[in-house]
């Protein structure tokens, strides 16, 4: 029943990130200087299994604006190429604060 409850809460996480995402992506493609700053940062993750980890990928990947590039061997940092980065560490503390805190709890 707890892993029920903690998946529910990941999809509707997933849910609010997804809206939120969106409208900020359509605000910078909707903008006439469609000022962005891309780029790709180097994500660690305290996820162990590789079931989860991957899940965080492709959540990540599956967000409007932002692209899981590549996982380390050690399956450690996940490669995020974010469309506008503002700040390193938020988009890192948005990750975690979100997706990872539900896997996390998933994965226990």
Excluded: C, Q
């Excluded at 990130?17 to 469609?34: D, Q, W």
């Excluded at 700053?37 to 959540?59: D, M, Q, R, V, W």
Aim: charged share 20%; hydrophobic share 45%.
């Amino acid at each position: 029943m707890r892993w029920l409850y903690h998946a529910f809460r990941l999809a509707v996480v997933f849910a609010r990130e997804l809206a939120m995402s969106n409208l900020a992506v359509a605000r910078i493609v909707l903008s006439p200087k469609m000022v962005i700053n891309p780029g790709i940062i180097a994500y660690k993750t305290e996820l162990t299994s590789e079931l989860t980890i991957t899940f965080l990928a492709n959540l990540i990947t599956l967000t409007p604006g932002t692209l899981t590039v590549e996982i380390s061997k050690d399956h450690s940092i996940l490669y995020i190429h974010t469309l506008n980065i503002e700040s390193p560490e938020e988009t890192t503390e948005s990750i975690r604060g979100t997706f990872e805190k539900e896997l996390l709890e998933l994965e226990r």
